[in-house]
């Protein structure tokens, strides 16, 4: 049988912390039932965007095993097992397979700048390790590597291939992909400033795999929504226009800085950032919060904008 590709709103979680820097569990069970309710079609636990560089191996098996339990309705659970190698990324998927994941997300491993032949070998080994669906992450900012379309569209023939997220500037890579019709579902990161969203969505995208939809999830769910009809572009128009000012502030600062410390500032299940990193305060932070107001982020979802932004 086919494996299920994600489609719609694919939100890269925060890792919510105690004060303490323990991982506050109950904040996640709070924000996964939060994107159930507010149209998220699957979460990715341990992105980027969850700090999955800081937390530990004991750490990252707590988080898969006991998250895996929460699974709210049908929003697809899917989680990022990139380990330092070809057998420690494995592993991780296999684990995350027996503890009930939908999926993993897996990206060229950070540091070593590996060749485009080496990591395509590299995905093509763990996809054949490990019966799950898989998605690549192409991001070479934070990995140095850039897979081209050629080797995209060679991993999208593997059936555990179920998913891309692409994340390079490079509005021609996604045409070419969408030109394709691989038997994979197509996805971008919600940047503004890698400007993927509008030429993926109206190329016949499948989703965005985004960050700002921690803060605006059901705004997401509308942007993310591939599009069949007039009316679904013109939706995409209204919602992403709208929240543009969001989703600069969202790419602020190194992600999760400004999504996490916006969403603290909020009454979100967030807690604080594991260092060395450090949140945004003051001005900064402030611009966060009157953007939220703006769009009347506390009727919308409850979010508390009362306070203001602590001083630097």
């Known amino acids: ?59 990252k098996r707590t988080i898969i095993s006991e998250t895996a339990k929460m699974k709210p309705g049908r929003m697809l659970m899917y989680y990022g097992c990139t380990g330092n190698n070809t057998e420690t990324t494995i592993e991780m998927v296999r684990y995350a397979k027996g503890e009930g994941a939908d999926g993993a997300i897996i990206a060229a491993p950070s540091y070593i700048c ?11 080994e763990v996809c054949d390790a490990v019966d799950l669906p898989i998605g690549f992450y192409n991001n070479p900012p934070r990995v140095k590597t850039d897979l081209h379309w050629d080797d995209l569209l060679k991993l999208a023939k593997h059936p555990n291939m179920v998913v891309l997220k692409e ?52 705004a997401f769910a509308t942007i993310s929504k591939p599009w069949e009809t007039p009316e679904d572009a013109a939706n995409f128009r209204d919602a992403y226009l709208t929240n543009l000012d969001m989703l600069h502030f969202a790419y602020s ?18 807690g604080p950032l594991r260092k060395p990193l450090k949140p945004l305060e003051g001005e900064v932070l402030q611009k966060g919060i009157d953007i939220a107001a703006r769009l009347g982020l506390d009727k919308a979802y409850g979010y508390k904008l009362g306070g203001r932004a602590k001083a630097a």
């Open 1 to 59: 049988m086919a494996h299920v590709q994600p489609k719609g709103s694919f939100v890269a979680l925060v890792t919510p912390m105690n004060e303490d820097g323990s991982i506050d569990l109950e904040g996640f069970r709070s924000l996964l039932q939060f994107h159930e309710e507010n149209g998220t079609e699957a979460v990715l636990i341990m992105g980027s965007t969850g700090e999955v560089s800081m937390l530990s191996p004991d750490e």
């Open 114 to 124: 590996a060749s485009n032949a080496d990591i395509t070998d590299y995905v093509e």
């Open 167 to 218: 994340s390079t500037t490079r509005v021609g890579q996604v045409a070419q992909m969408c030109a394709a019709k691989p038997d994979i579902a197509i996805m971008c990161c919600c940047s503004p400033n890698l400007g993927l969203v509008v030429p993926t969505m109206s190329l016949g995208g499948h989703g965005t795999a985004n960050m700002t939809g921690n803060v605006i999830p059901r």
């Open 253 to 270: 600062a190194i992600n999760p800085v400004a999504v996490k410390s916006l969403m603290q500032a909020l009454g979100m299940p967030s």
